[in-house]
């Protein structure tokens, strides 16, 4: 779990170096966006294990393979 935290906290902040060159101040605009989409990303994942708390026990989250796909079938059904 960590890892893939870890990996799309760094997807996050890499979108925003290549506009180091579009902003008009980037020594003050780049730190504080690459904080903001770091700190957004660990929201989501935040809400995300709240919901999955609700919806699903503890044994299917770590026995599971795929535990965003049964979160969303536990909260929106078989497709």
Known sequence: G????????????????P?????????KSIPMAMHLSLFF???IFVAFIFGASLYLDLDTLLGSPLPFLDYAN???GQS
């Open 2 to 17: 960590l890892i893939g935290l870890a990996l799309w906290t760094m997807v996050g902040v890499e979108f925003i170096c």
């Open 19 to 27: 506009m180091i060159g579009e902003v008009k101040n980037p020594k």
């Open 41 to 43: 990303i660990f929201t």
């Open 74 to 76: 536990a909260v929106f």
